[in-house]
């Protein structure tokens, strides 16, 4: 069977132009739907469109489904709406209908290839008010996944939320579309009979007769469809071409009460043009009057104007003058500054050095004076000063030869106990120079370890300070924490160990007891030559392992 071409239900260009209103679009896709996955066309939701705004709750219960509820509309129904359906006359004849349409339906379905209608817009909410009230009553294997949930929606939210899924499936799955209407068609009574038929009685609800042509889709059930918009588009003509009359006489009416107020206008303002032109000659004069006030006050105030930037220039160049001298001064007050200040903190830092080498010089002389009284008091002496020059300067009649003292070995410990006994006496050490020679066997953490550890030991037995230096090359982080009375120290990276303890010995004051433990011999020239005492790394290590 071929299928006519969609009509459009549109009201006419003419009738839009008479009404003043622009014809609401309609048909594939609906008001406001003209987008989103339901709008186009072919078998999707295009013919009933996604129309689920503005659809009342009570439009389910129009359809007869779910009246029980209507009053509350957050209940929602999973009852089979078989179970409510009364057949009044003639329901059998519609149940006979719904059958034979069950058989009949889904093969003429699959052989109808035209698309989809364009139905009018209070047909398509019809048809997704009566699906969406009737698909509660499905079996739930026989509803399709996409509506399950749908079917779960209280009867006045069903339409309204899930209008566009319904409109889809329905256009799209001639099963379902097929199962939902033969409930409908069967609720509907003699009216779904009859257009399940193929009838559409003369005093039924046009809407309603499309809407049950589209979902029971009998024989010529397109040729219902188009009549229906034959009707709507007429009675929309109707009401336009009223609504245009109606529009006619109320203008007609303005009109003549706004002639008769023009006349009224019209004398007044001739009357008032009449003093408007009076008042007009008085102001030509007034004005002419005023130009020639006003040109000669312009010239007045231009060369004011003209003075007055004259001397504003003369003042912003004074201005820029003084700023710029004034910055000049800043300038040199803040160098001035800075140099008094390093100036003094220079003094400051001279003067903090020499007090304290001062200092220690004192502490260093006053306990060699208490040492030097304490050895005085052991008692007097059998020999005078000139015995002493005749046993190393000269020789007795008939003595013996005197045996010459002998220099200390620099590394024995006996000569480092001597010179840790000094008052205030200072102790540097060459750290891997001691470490790589008594402790070579052991890792470089091992060696600094064993040695820092040991001259903990001799700064808590003799009080003196001590202080390790190492080669900042192989310097590394997470050393455990240096002894009390222990010095760590690591040269920088270029300098050596040997360059940072010749700097130790030079900030020394002169006097005060120097023992430097390093057996590089320019080591110990150099700070020979600063008055400290040089001493082998074999004497702190017996030293060390005697402890």
């Known amino acids: 069977m071929s299928a006519p071409p969609p009509f459009d239900d549109r009201p006419s260009e003419e009738a839009a132009r008479r009404t003043g209103s622009a014809p609401e679009p309609v048909g594939e896709g609906g008001p406001d739907h003209d987008s989103g996955p339901n709008s186009g066309p072919g078998p999707t939701a295009a013919g009933i469109g996604a129309a689920d705004q503005g659809i009342d709750a009570d439009s389910g219960a129009a359809g007869g489904a779910d009246a029980g509820n209507a009053g509350d509309p957050d209940v929602d129904t999973g009852r089979d709406l078989d179970a409510d359906t009364s057949h009044g006359p003639g329901g059998e004849a519609a149940l006979d209908a719904a059958d034979d349409l069950d058989a009949a339906s889904a093969p003429e379905a699959e052989d109808d290839p035209g698309p989809e209608p364009s139905l009018p817009e209070a047909v398509r909410l019809r048809i997704?008010?009566?699906?969406?009230?009737?698909?509660?009553?499905?079996?739930?294997?026989?509803?399709p996944v996409p509506l399950r949930r749908v079917a779960r929606f209280a009867p006045n939210r069903r339409a309204r939320l899930g209008g566009p899924a319904i409109a889809a499936q329905l256009a799209a799955d001639p099963l379902f579309r097929q199962r939902i209407s033969g409930r409908i068609v069967t609720e509907a009574g003699d009216l779904g009979a009859a257009v399940a038929?193929?009838?559409a009685p003369a005093a039924a609800d046009p809407v309603e007769v499309a809407a049950l042509a589209y979902l029971a889709r009998p024989d010529g059930w397109r040729v219902l469809i188009e009549a229906v918009g034959e009707s709507v588009r007429a009675e929309a003509d109707v009401a336009a071409i009223a609504g245009q009359i109606r529009d006619?006489?109320?203008r007609a009416t303005r009109a003549e009460h706004d002639r008769a107020v023009a006349r009224n206008e019209a004398d007044k303002l001739r009357d008032e043009l009449a003093r408007v032109r009076e008042e007009l000659g008085q102001l030509r004069e007034e004005a002419r009057a005023t130009s020639r006030a006003l040109r000669e006050t312009q010239a007045a105030q231009k060369r004011a104007a003209d003075l007055l930037a004259?001397?504003?220039?003369?003042?912003?160049?004074?201005?820029?003058?003084?700023?710029?001298e004034v910055r000049r001064l800043k300038t040199r007050l803040a160098e001035a500054e800075t140099a008094a200040a390093s100036g003094k903190q220079s003094a400051r830092d001279a003067r903090a050095a020499d007090e304290t080498r001062l200092w220690l010089l004192l502490e260093?002389?006053?306990q060699a004076a208490?040492?030097?009284?304490?050895?005085?008091?052991l008692g007097p002496t059998d020999k005078l000063p000139a015995d002493f020059v005749a046993d190393t300067a000269a020789d007795r009649p008939g003595g013996l030869e005197r045996s010459?003292?002998?220099?200390q070995d620099t590394d024995d410990p006996g000569r480092l106990d001597q010179l840790l006994a000094l008052p205030?006496?200072?102790?540097?050490?060459?750290?891997?120079?001691v470490t790589k020679r008594g402790f070579a066997e052991m890792s470089l953490e091992q060696q600094r370890k064993r040695l820092i550890t040991g001259l903990g030991g001799i700064a808590a037995q003799t009080g003196d300070e001590v202080t390790v230096v190492f080669d900042g090359a192989e310097r590394v982080h997470g050393l455990p924490p240096a002894p009390r009375g222990v010095r760590v120290l690591f040269s920088h990276k270029g300098d050596t160990a040997d360059e940072l303890i010749r700097q130790l010995v030079r900030a020394e004051p002169a006097g005060r007891p120097l023992v430097v433990i390093s057996s590089d011999r320019e080591v110990a020239d150099g700070v020979r030559r600063h008055g400290a005492y040089p001493m082998g790394a074999d004497s702190l290590l017996r030293r060390l392992s005697r402890s």
């Open 128 to 143: 997704t008010a009566l699906a969406a009230a009737a698909l509660a009553g499905l079996p739930v294997d026989e509803t």
């Open 197 to 199: 038929s193929g009838m």
């Open 248 to 250: 006619a006489d109320q």
């Open 310 to 324: 004259t001397e504003k220039g003369r003042a912003a160049k004074v201005t820029a003058d003084h700023e710029a």
């Open 364 to 366: 260093t002389i006053g």
């Open 370 to 377: 208490s040492g030097l009284k304490r050895e005085l008091a």
């Open 404 to 407: 010459r003292p002998r220099a």
């Open 424 to 433: 205030r006496a200072h102790l540097i050490v060459d750290g891997y120079n």
